[in-house]
């Protein structure tokens, strides 16, 4: 079901601080940073080498982000799997009981994405996502 580990998610409060903590002293390259005004944060790609880590920062106090950096403070925030077919996942998903935050994909910044809820996988937010472009 799942491909491969795409990346893994940080929230962060501010994300030209933590930059220059990753790519100066950390050493790594940034590959895009973006804006994503439908989920109110601003996103950030550094190469891991075989994976990415994605830095997110609110943009909107009120954010789903915000709250969540508010209540657990900066860290991990989500892993995310490439897979082949995302409608297929989460059809296979919603077979097995697997308790889903999206039922159906959206489009995220490098393809369609779902997540599964972090009270089904004990604690741990997954994101599944599907490729349309790179």
Do not use: W
């Not at 998610?9 to 804006?35: K, M, P, S, W």
């Not at 989460?90 to 994909?105: F, N, Q, Y």
């Amino acid at each position: 079901m799942f491909k491969r580990l795409d990346h893994v998610g940080l929230v962060v409060h501010d994300i030209d601080a933590t930059l220059q903590v990753y790519c100066n002293q950390l050493g790594f390259r940034l590959l895009e940073r973006v804006e994503i005004p439908e989920q109110k944060v601003i996103a950030a790609f550094l190469d891991a080498g075989n994976s990415t880590i994605e830095l997110i920062s609110p943009t909107d106090g009120e954010s789903g982000t915000a709250r969540f950096l508010a209540n657990r403070g900066e860290g991990t925030h989500h892993v995310c799997y490439e897979v082949d077919d995302i409608e297929a996942t989460l059809a296979e998903l919603r077979s097995a009981g697997v308790r889903l935050i999206d039922e159906t994909p959206r489009q995220g910044v490098h393809g369609l994405i779902a997540f599964i809820h972090p009270k089904a996988a004990h604690g741990l937010m997954i994101e599944l996502l599907q490729k349309t472009h790179r």
